[in-house]
């Protein structure tokens, strides 16, 4: 039973272009981790059930077309051209109306909107940052808001898009994404990011108030802990402790 709905809209003729639609991020896994054999032998990290929550929670936004980047590949030079899949070649109509980067497209940030001492600006290499549109206008019910980043442990190792949350139940737009292109391995990079590429890991949540507290623990309460903790040594935290959660 599900009580809560998160809708991504677009434009009615980019419905039919399948392999971008928004996906749960569990349908998403890489390859490499799904290979692992977790046994009492030899123990993985697909035995550890926080790193595969990273995995499979919320949705995963994707590239809507191929996006050619020239980033560094000469002095002062930055480079911002699409090459169109099938569905936007002949169709400026369409790409303008669904929000996707276009041909020669300049949709970037400056790097005076961080300022000269942000960690992402020497990692994009003192360039303006690219920003990749986003077809996708996000509706969640009252109260709720999105977590926008990287894709969690299976991100692109050619940029991240700067995280933020954004209040998708009151705004009415599409969310755009800037990037960080990462130049501490590409310091020269000329690329495509391929349609349906992995871009955003799209992360619901309730708005809530919150308060901190700091206390000490018991002896009582540690000498609990640490015995039902000491009872196993196999899938402990999986079975005593975990709940599956549900994205579709």
Known sequence: MFSNEIKFISNKEFLSVTDVLPKPTKLNIPKWYKELNHTTANKTIKGCMPFLDTLTTGYIIKMPVDYHIEHNKKKDEKRYTVGYTKLFKNSCSITTNTNVNVANSTESHSINQL???CPFVKKNKNLAFHKLLNPWIIKTPPGYSCLFLPPMNNGDDRFS???GIVDTDTYP???NFPIIINGDKYPILDTIIES?????QVIPFKREKWK???EAESKEDKNKRTFLQGRKIFNVYKNKWWYKKSWK
């Open 173 to 175: 737009s599409e969310v």
């Open 161 to 163: 898009i700067i995280p």
């Open 212 to 214: 901190m507290t700091i």
């Open 115 to 117: 300022g000269e001492k």
């Open 196 to 200: 349906g590429t992995p871009i955003v």
